[in-house]
């Protein structure tokens, strides 16, 4: 059984910087395709950033790109988010989401087969 594990989410001043890390195990890493969504309070879960299994292929939400990149690491079985910039509308639990290498995700939740149980992040103004 797949297990997405994150860490990094804290409380952070508007402006800092945060990585966020989503440790997997359970399935060889190379074979998954990772990303990050997040859900604010009241809101709907939206994507934020994904990359295929090789790290070739990266896409971000629009709104995000420039502040935030994703990478991962298939030796260390982790994926990362790097934020920067952060603004108190950033804040939101963030999860960690995995898929199949059989699949062809765009960054809808739907189209990942398994999740983290998130990590908070709190952007204080």
């Known amino acids: 059984q797949v297990q997405l594990v994150e860490s990094g989410g804290e409380v952070v001043q508007a402006g800092g910087s945060l990585r966020l890390s989503c440790a997997v195990s359970g399935r060889p890493f190379s074979n998954l395709h990772m990303a990050w969504f997040r859900q604010a309070p009241g809101k709907e879960r939206e994507f934020v950033a994904r990359?295929?299994?090789?790290?070739?292929?990266?896409d971000y939400a629009d709104s995000l790109k420039g502040r935030f990149t994703i990478s991962r690491d298939n030796a260390k079985n982790t994926v990362y988010l790097q934020m920067t910039r952060l603004k108190p509308e950033d804040t939101a639990v963030y999860y960690c989401?995995?898929?199949?290498?059989?699949?062809?995700?765009?960054?809808?939740?739907?189209?990942?087969?398994?999740w983290g149980q998130g990590t908070q992040v709190t952007v204080s103004s």
């Open positions: 989401a995995a898929a199949d290498i059989s699949r062809r995700p765009l960054g809808r939740s739907y189209e990942y087969d398994y």
């Open positions: 990359i295929n299994w090789s790290g070739g292929n990266i």
